[in-house]
């Protein structure tokens, strides 16, 4: 099992604990055994023995029998005991945000709804809001939860679906020559949400059938002629077509229909993409870009980004805030990056939940920093910060400590429930800040579990033209905020995007390959990119302001 599947059954457990009335210190092992291993414990816990788990200081000890069983069998014997006497629904009910355990037990033992249909309707009734113990807000907040995950159930991030693909690619390259398969449709167009992997095989239905596709885990099922469906670890839908000629089936399903339309494309049979489009009398177009938001522009756009451009890395944290690793540990994974810089942005004092930096802490960095450089030659650290743009639109600490920072990522992270209005009053006034270099994830957004704040984008894109403010790209798939559909409008005003990963631990460096995928589905390219820049153009930047 991933760690990410062991924290969500260890954190549910924990839920179900107290929904039942267990013991709280039994409740607060397994919620902070689940926290520490999606957050700190980068080691599979499935390498591990028993006596290795024991040595994690982050898991407590009634917890490490449990990881053995989950290791073992997938479950374990009192997480099914639970699940057993809880309804499905009310186990659904847990994951809603704005409702406790406690709170589900009262809809669950004095409402009598078992079921979050049930729950969404009391809802709608104005029920919720009348039972003791919640309210108006509450029914809003729990509303606006459902109504969201109604709408994102059974989407995956493209991370996630990228992952998925690496594993059924292993089993087919034992059946196939990578050049007899391909993936199509959103996957291959990176798209930032995924409904349904689709993938193309250059073979008939005769012999997949005998060489027995069901060994790999994926038993096919018939949808129509030459189209089967199968589910990846029984739930993910895939896509199967068998077809003689991959190229041209291939831009088809890669390609929505209104691009082929306006692209008045003719398919002519063709060797590969490209011919494809050379015989059309068109330059060739990449799949990121053919989206129907493209249109207008798709076929001028040349050059984009590459993940193998960029030349340094902004916009991360460590153990100086709710970061991983250390400085050194993130620098080091820099270099192995070969990068030429690194910027630590760590949170700002306001944001004390994440550890955020007192400006006496910020001092001890800028030394290490200080220090470290020193012994560096063809490498630098930056000293940033992510400053909270705080309920005013003005900045975290005062103006004699933002003036030491090399520069100021400036971020919303509290009083996310906004309307435009307010957020827009936000936004404007850090973007007018002197000290703001860098406008992180611009809508607050988390992909697929909350909407961001809503923004009105060209009076935002005009304010950082006006103030040589840079528009952070988030890179870590569950934000990509913000949103690809922008960037060419940026571009058009002359504002840089920096695509930076947000780290929190070394690994989460690399998320920068999924920045650069959905950047260039907005046209990006590295002259419009910041941390394409080498460091002796960055440090110019630095100096621009």
């Known amino acids: 099992?991933?760690?990410?599947?062991?924290?969500?059954?260890?954190?549910?457990?924990?839920?179900?604990?107290?929904?039942?009335?267990?013991?709280?210190?039994?409740?607060?092992?397994?919620?902070?055994?689940?926290?520490?291993?999606?957050?700190?414990?980068?080691?599979?816990?499935?390498?591990?023995?028993?006596?290795?788990?024991?040595?994690?200081?982050?898991?407590?000890?009634?917890?490490?029998?449990?990881?053995?069983?989950?290791?073992?069998?997938?479950?374990?014997?009192?997480?099914?005991?639970?699940?057993?006497?809880?309804?499905?629904?009310?186990?659904?009910?847990?994951?809603?945000?704005?409702?406790?355990?406690?709170?589900?037990?009262?809809?669950?033992?004095?409402?009598?709804?078992?079921?979050?249909?049930?729950?969404?309707?009391?809802?709608?009734?104005?029920?919720?809001?009348?039972?003791?113990?919640?309210?108006?807000?509450?029914?809003?907040?729990?509303?606006?939860?459902?109504?969201?995950?109604?709408?994102?159930?059974?989407?995956?991030?493209?991370?996630?679906?990228?992952?998925?693909?690496?594993?059924?690619?292993?089993?087919?390259d034992k059946m196939f020559s990578s050049e007899d398969y391909q993936w199509v449709g959103e996957y291959a167009r990176k798209c930032q949400i995924v409904e349904g992997l689709e993938l193309l095989i250059n073979s008939s239905y005769k012999r997949v059938a005998k060489m027995n596709f069901g060994n790999i885990g994926l038993p096919l099922h018939e949808k129509e002629e030459d189209v089967f469906e199968t589910f990846f670890n029984g739930e993910f839908p895939i896509i199967v077509r068998f077809s003689g000629n991959l190229v041209w089936d291939t831009y088809t399903y890669i390609t929505p229909s209104e691009i082929q339309d306006e692209l008045k494309l003719l398919h002519i049979p063709s060797a590969t993409e490209e011919e494809l489009f050379k015989r059309n009398d068109l330059s060739y177009i990449v799949p990121e870009l053919r989206e129907i938001e493209n249109i207008s522009w798709m076929k001028e756009a040349k050059n984009l980004i590459e993940y193998a451009d960029f030349k340094g890395c902004v916009h991360n944290h460590t153990t100086y805030s709710d970061?991983?690793?250390?400085?050194?540990?993130?620098?080091?994974?820099?270099?192995?990056?070969?990068?030429?810089?690194?910027?630590?942005?760590?949170?700002?004092?306001?944001?004390?939940?994440?550890?955020?930096?007192?400006?006496?802490?910020?001092?001890?960095?800028?030394?290490?920093?200080?220090?470290?450089?020193?012994?560096?030659?063809?490498?630098?650290?930056?000293?940033?910060?992510?400053?909270?743009?705080?309920?005013?639109?003005?900045l975290d600490y005062p103006e004699e400590i933002l003036k030491g920072f090399d520069f100021v990522v400036a971020s919303i992270h509290s009083n996310l429930k906004m309307d435009e209005e307010k957020a827009m009053m936000r936004l404007i006034n850090a973007i007018e800040n002197p000290y703001t270099r860098i406008l992180g994830h611009l809508t607050g957004r988390l992909l697929l579990m909350r909407d961001g704040y809503p923004i009105d984008h060209t009076k935002i894109i005009d304010a950082c033209a006006a103030n040589n403010v840079v528009i952070e790209l988030n890179a870590h798939p569950y934000r990509l905020d913000m949103d690809w559909r922008y960037i060419h409008q940026a571009i058009e005003k002359g504002v840089l995007i920096s695509i930076n990963p947000d780290a929190h631990v070394t690994t989460g460096l690399l998320d920068m390959q999924y920045g650069a995928h959905v950047a260039r589905k907005g046209g990006l390219t590295a002259e419009s990119c910041l941390n394409t820049k080498d460091v002796t153009s960055f440090e110019q930047w630095i100096r621009s302001k």
């Open 323 to 394: 970061g991983m690793n250390t400085l050194t540990e993130m620098a080091e994974a820099c270099i192995q990056n070969k990068w030429q810089y690194f910027g630590v942005s760590d949170h700002s004092q306001t944001a004390s939940y994440a550890g955020g930096l007192k400006e006496a802490d910020v001092l001890r960095q800028w030394n290490e920093i200080d220090q470290l450089n020193a012994g560096y030659t063809d490498f630098k650290i930056f000293k940033s910060i992510e400053s909270d743009i705080l309920s005013d639109g003005s």
């Open 1 to 172: 099992m991933t760690n990410d599947e062991i924290a969500t059954i260890l954190g549910n457990y924990g839920k179900l604990v107290a929904l039942h009335g267990g013991n709280s210190f039994q409740v607060g092992a397994y919620q902070a055994a689940s926290f520490n291993i999606k957050k700190k414990i980068t080691t599979p816990l499935d390498s591990l023995s028993e006596n290795e788990l024991r040595e994690i200081p982050q898991i407590g000890k009634s917890v490490v029998g449990k990881i053995v069983e989950l290791n073992e069998k997938g479950s374990f014997d009192s997480y099914i005991e639970m699940l057993s006497k809880t309804p499905v629904g009310v186990v659904e009910m847990l994951n809603i945000r704005g409702l406790g355990p406690k709170k589900v037990k009262l809809i669950w033992e004095e409402m009598g709804i078992e079921t979050v249909g049930e729950l969404l309707d009391a809802c709608r009734q104005n029920r919720l809001a009348n039972t003791k113990g919640f309210g108006a807000k509450t029914q809003a907040q729990v509303m606006e939860s459902i109504e969201f995950s109604l709408v994102s159930k059974d989407k995956i991030h493209w991370a996630k679906a990228h992952k998925m693909v690496m594993q059924v690619n292993a089993a087919l």
